[in-house]
Each structure stands twice: as structure tokens, then as C-alpha cells.
């Protein structure tokens, strides 16, 4: 991200990941390159300010909700299409289309921890947000811990297996016959 950040000015990043803290060390990671004006961690209203690291505090915004305690919020339309790149947890993506964010605005999406996500999960953003000429990027490992899925139904569903892993297993990927021949 950083590369591309500094290759093109033109380049717009969403990066998502399955949980808030895997999120929180995206953006940890790149705060210190990345100027606070063009970088944003979007929160889902319902996440508490003592959840967040204060490092990241600056990179947040925040409004007064209808009990007048602050929580957070996305800034109006016109300042989140400035930011270069935004950073949230996957299902929390889906704030960007509901204020307005076209598909193609990014050039790129990535999926930190694609191997812990549901399909669901990665296509919030995927589906809402990119086009052709968006650039998809699934980083994670299919052979360790992959979504926790508690409902029976959803296990029988497949969802148990993330996409990641189900592209894994796909003929392009196979180590023997694919294209991924040794």
C-alpha cells in the first residue's frame, strides 16, 4: 500500500479487515508515512473511544449522538472522497456506499485477513465498491484459523470456509495442474 501510495498520486485504497483490531494495525502500520490528511480509520458508530488506540485517535471522527455522548461517524461526503486511503473493518465498508461512495472511487481494495473472512464479509466491499478497473487484493493465509461461524445453518451454507480458501481451491491454484506448477 505504502508503494503504491508513493508511485501514484491518483491511487484511492480501501483496506479492510475481518475484525477492528486486525483494521487498527493496518492503519498503526502506516501512520507514520502516510500524512493524516490523506489517510482515515472509519469506525462503526457503536464502537466505544476506549476500544480504539489513541495513536489513532486523529485519523477517527466523531459527532454527538441523540443522547449527546460523541461516537463515531463518517465526515461529510466531500472530505471522504479526499482521503487517499480509508481503513475499516469489512462490514463497516459498507458505510462508504450508504453516504454515497461510487463504485471505482478506489483503485484498489484489500482484504488483510482474507483467510478469517467470510465471503459475505469480503464482498461488502467488493460488490458495493469496485468495478472493472478496480484492483482486488486478498492477502492472508487459507491453512490457519478461518471464520468462526456458530450457526449451524451458515456451516451447512459453506461459509465455514472463507473465500480465500475456496479460490485457493480452485484449478489456477492447484500446485500439481494449475498455473501454480513448481
Known sequence: MKQLLKKDTNIKILACAPSNS?????????????????????????????????????????????????????????????????ISTCISAAMLSGIGMTRGHFTHIFIDEAGQATEPEVFVSVKALADTATN????????????????????????????????????????QNGSGKR
Open 136 to 175: 482486488v487484493v486478498l492477502s492472508g493465509d487459507p491453512k490457519q484459523l478461518g471464520p468462526i461461524i456458530r450457526s449451524d445453518i451458515a456451516c451447512k451454507l459453506g461459509l465455514e470456509i472463507s473465500y480465500l480458501e475456496r479460490l485457493m481451491a480452485r484449478p489456477p491454484y492447484d500446485l
Open 22 to 86: 486486525a483494521a487498527d494495525l493496518i492503519a498503526l502500520r502506516l501512520r507514520d508515512t502516510i500524512p493524516k490528511e490523506q489517510m482515515f480509520r472509519m469506525y462503526a458508530p457503536s464502537r466505544y473511544k476506549n476500544q480504539v488506540p489513541d495513536e489513532l485517535e486523529p485519523y477517527t471522527y466523531h459527532r454527538n449522538d441523540l443522547d449527546d455522548r460523541p461516537s463515531f461517524s463518517v465526515p461529510p461526503f466531500a472530505v471522504m472522497k479526499r482521503f487517499r486511503i480509508i
